[in-house]
């Protein structure tokens, strides 16, 4: 009964016409984002973050919600249309879900692809309803040194998982390096627990650190911007057109759609609660597992509307799944989510336990905000298809030159000074460079968010022990936490050598 109440407490705040209209923008927005090839939901987030800045955290954090899950659904649209993914979760969709254009099923792949988004988006959100409370109640349990582990768990499982997806030593490797840069973005300004200052330079206007969106907006918009110009991307949408009345599918096709969309929506969820995976990783492991259970695998290729419709409800159920850990733990495990994380800490929020006891109606609110986010997105993505093919026909030079002047108009404005905008145009070149490199963004963001919390929970930790790194075992949960971290280190560095001493 306390969920129930906790959440109609939830659908009162997040049906208030201003968050109402917060959440629209959220989602309609996310759509073109997803939609529109090199920009992708983290630059979203993070360029639409310091228009939030006054503005109620409940509706700005239903927004900055909405375009991450919104753009979940807004990246079938090229997938499909064009062969062009808009989100890095939709590549998978490119294979069948072209194909079924290209035969003419192009609305069928469309509308399979928004309704499996809608179930799978719908049931992780009541997943997250149901067990979001009771973790945040487990980790009320957590001190300086269960947080340590919680977070080096958290790590580790970036760098098994994240970037590209591999678990080659190459991927490690870069995953590696872009942690520890962003370990040394975050040591930069004044010493949490001393207060000494380290890493400025002689500047004064590092004293303060540097600003977590500079790092944001120069990383996922002038980077991406540059890097898009360099390749000069341009997308032939004349020949994409798509009726309203071509968009629903056969008996059969729903038939063929129920299975991989329940499949995908469990599996998207499991793997969005762990940092590192994500929904670019749920998406390819969906269309693996539904091209392992097909009765005509070989269908998969040549338009397999199962091959849509499972990817595409996993990188969906993937989104909410990865709220969990961000509310209840405050640890982001995507770009996008890091970014949000940044979001809670400009207003004054700590994502973890007590947000739920202190901050009840954001929490709920948000949640709440979720279902209906899912349900606009469902009635968009159906009947409005044809309007957004229209919107994509922007000239991508244009499009790009509208983020660089967000992106600046933002950077400025987090303290009237030109310095965050050379500092944010100096992370866009490290981004572009990073891109170059293949070395992937998203866990520095994630290191400049989580760095100054790992390191003061590390450090009170030692003091309680008097030095000792034997209280970062000490407990039960502490244990389990570094031993989980171990595993999720090793055993995909096991697994080649076992494979070679069974073929020697």
Known sequence: MDVLHSLLTGFAVALKPVNLLFGTIGVVFGTFVGAMPGIGAPTGIAVLLPLTFGMDPTGGMIMLAGIYYGSQYGGTITSVLVNVPGESSSVVTCIDGHQMALKGRAGAALSVAAVGSFVAGTAGVITLMLIAAPVASFALKFGPPEEFALFLLAFTGLLTFGGSGSLGSDSRSKTLASIVLGLLVAMVGSDPLSGRTRWTFGSIELMGGIEFITVAVGLFGIGEVLCAFEENFQIDLLKASVRLRDVFPTMAEWAASVW???????????????????????????????????????????????????????????????MVPLLTLGIPGTGSTAVMLGAFVIWG?????????????????????????????????????????????????????????????????????????????????????????????????????????????????????????WILVGSPISASLVTAAFLVFALPLAGPLVKRRARG
């Not at 599996?267 to 259970?293: D, N, Q, R």
């Not at 007590?354 to 954001?362: A, T």
Request: charged share 10%.
């Open 260 to 322: 991989p969309i329940v499949r995908g929506s469990v599996l998207g969820f499991v793997l969005g609660l762990f940092p590192g995976m994500g929904a670019t990783i749920a998406s390819f492991m969906s269309y693996a597992l539904e091209k392992k259970v097909a009765r005509e695998p070989e269908r998969f290729g040549r338009g397999a509307i199962e091959a849509v419709a499972g990817p595409e409800s996993a990188n969906n159920s993937a989104t909410a799944g990865a």
């Open 349 to 469: 929020l700590r994502p973890g336990p007590l947000l739920f006891e202190k901050n009840p109606d954001f929490v709920w609110g948000l949640i709440a905000s979720m279902y209906i986010g899912n349900l606009l997105l469902l009635i968009l993505n159906v009947a409005f298809i044809p309007t957004f093919v229209r919107m994509l026909r922007i000239p991508f030079s244009i499009l790009m030159a509208s983020v660089v002047v967000f992106c600046v108009v933002g950077g400025y404005s987090l303290g009237n000074s030109l310095f965050d905008v050379w500092v944010m145009l100096a992370f866009g070149i490290l981004g572009y460079v990073m891109k170059r490199l293949q070395i992937p963004q998203a866990p520095m963001l994630f290191a400049v968010v989580l760095g100054p919390q790992i390191e003061v929970s590390l450090r009170q930790a030692l003091t309680m022990s008097h030095g000792s790194l």
